[in-house]
């Protein structure tokens, strides 16, 4: 029994290989299921989640199409008018069921709603971040509805995924779960719309399995090791990279500040930001790697326990 439920960590490999030697996939209109709220949408919002995706594609790398196809599983409705798939940038996604709401001040007063009832496990924005699973991701609510951010935060997501897996495929399955169950069902979706989005052929997409060996064995203890272990590097380098562009904000108008108001304001700043990178650098020279082996042994230890992904938050 065990070793069928290690197999099957590896049935998107193995999905992967079917998929490259069959014919396309036609992608559902509706990815998300259940549905609410979706009356009266505002079409000027329709193309936010577009715009940003095929920036950060060309910003980061990322193949062509590919996160625009995530987001379309992600945050997909219908749109009439059009006769096309969108992403819509005000969806949230709780207790199994998507709400498409009419602005981001809806779409805030309905996770906030929805928090106050006491559920933790909710998907937001273009790219359905989980609030739960990425607690660090955003500062505000405002900031997680902002398309740029909730794009922002998934394109370096999944771009250090494919660092450690080296497969775009792979790092697409790995982004939405570590469930395989999910995954095989999710990488079908994703293949299927990003062939529909590109007008190409998975067979002619260059994508290609991971070379890593821990995807190939199932019935190694290395192969959930790697795919927890991937998932959470990934989400550590996603939120560094999210709070580069409030550090910039916050530097450009303490300069404005210093430059404008008073000139000694942008000497002090500089000094003290200097003083604390000093101060971190004597820290992690101190306790950083033994600390850091430390974290991760008690977390490896409370996800043996229970199989559980939130032991890597």
Known sequence: MVCVKLAKLFIVTALFAQFLASAPVRAVENPKGKHSENNE????????????TGGFESALGIPRHLLTAISLAESGKWD??????????????????????????????KVRILQAQGVKNIDVGCMQINLY????????????FDPERNVGYAANFLAAINQSTLS??????????????????????????WQKTS?????????????DPAYFDPIGRSAQTALLKSRFRARLAAERNAKKPEKKTQNV??????RFENSN????????????????RKNYLKTGKRSFSTKRQHQLSQWRKNRS???FR
């Open 309 to 311: 992904p939130a032991a």
């Open 168 to 193: 775009w495929p792979q790092a697409a399955a790995n982004y939405h779960s570590t469930t395989p169950s999910k995954n095989e069902k999710y990488l079908n979706k994703v293949l299927g719309l």
């Open 80 to 109: 009439d008018t059009n006769k096309a798939l969108i992403a819509w940038p005000w969806t949230v996604m709780a207790k199994g069921k998507g709400h498409y709401l009419p602005s981001k001040a809806a779409a805030i007063a």
């Open 199 to 211: 007008n190409k052929s998975v067979r002619s997409s260059g994508f290609r399995r991971s070379p």
């Open 41 to 52: 949408l505002n079409p000027s919002d329709s193309y936010l989640c577009h715009s940003q």
């Open 133 to 144: 699973y990425h607690p660090k991701a955003f500062e505000t609510l405002d900031a997680a």
């Open 253 to 258: 108008e303490a300069w404005r500040r210093g």
């Open 265 to 280: 304001n942008l000497q002090v700043q500089a000094a003290l930001q200097k003083a604390e990178r000093a101060r971190k």
